[in-house]
T-cell receptor, first 114, second 113 residues
């Protein structure tokens, strides 16, 4: 089944404790991205990757890191999480970065930082 | 000012009603447009792309007005299963070949029996 998977789905952690949220897609998509969703603000892009070893900042990259060593994986790293990073996170992928390509989203990771 | 604006609702309509959502965007150079649907606590999924000439998919009709920079979604004969949040999405060319999707905050629809 074609899908985007994320792990963990739910995470409660404490300020400053490094964490990684994994994202994997099995559709051989070139383009992958991370979003966070907060009430009243909609989905905001954190980072995106147009292909292996090519990443760039989105609208809200502060406090996050990413890497794209393999085509299928695009982990999101929070080196020192803070409470303002409490949010719902979505990973997404699309075939390429053409203007009409559909974005496929993972199921989401609900992160709480205390 | 938000780049993509939607009325957050909520819209509560009876089953069978026709409901319309509008969305405005600020970048006149925006290149493509979409409506995504998001069920409560789930991931967004593409509902339909929006083409310049307008397009229809069953009970759903999408329209684009480039001059006024707005997009609309019309749902006819609404079903209980249409209850969801509808996200307006705009694709912009940022620089070079880099593009960015900008999402509206969403409009919440509840269809009542």
């Amino acid at each position: 089944e074609a899908q985007v998977t994320q792990n963990p789905r739910y995470l409660i952690t404490v300020t400053g404790k490094k964490l990684t949220v994994t994202c994997s897609q099995n559709m051989n998509h070139e383009y992958m991205s991370w979003y966070r969703q907060d009430p009243g603000l909609g989905l905001r892009q954190i980072y995106y990757s147009m292909n292996v070893e090519v990443t760039d900042k989105g609208d809200v990259p502060e406090g996050y890191k990413v890497s794209r060593k393999e085509k299928r994986n695009f982990p999101l790293i929070l080196e020192s999480p803070s409470p303002n990073q409490t949010s719902l996170y979505f990973c997404a992928s699309s075939l390429s970065w053409g203007s009409r390509n559909e974005q496929y989203f993972g199921p989401g990771t609900r992160l709480t930082v205390t | 000012r938000k780049e993509v604006e939607q009325d957050p609702g909520p819209f509560n309509v009876p089953e069978g009603a026709t409901v319309a959502f509008n969305c405005t965007y600020s970048n006149s150079a925006s290149q493509s447009f979409f409506w995504y649907r998001q069920d409560c606590r789930k991931e967004p999924k593409l509902l339909m792309s929006v083409y310049s000439s307008g397009n229809e998919d069953g009970r759903f009709t999408a329209q684009l007005n480039r001059a006024s920079q707005y997009i609309s979604l019309l749902i006819r004969d609404s079903k209980l299963s249409d209850s969801a949040t509808y996200l307006c999405v705009v694709n912009d060319l940022v620089s070079g070949s880099a593009r960015q999707l900008t999402f509206g905050s969403g409009t919440q629809l509840t269809v009542l029996p």
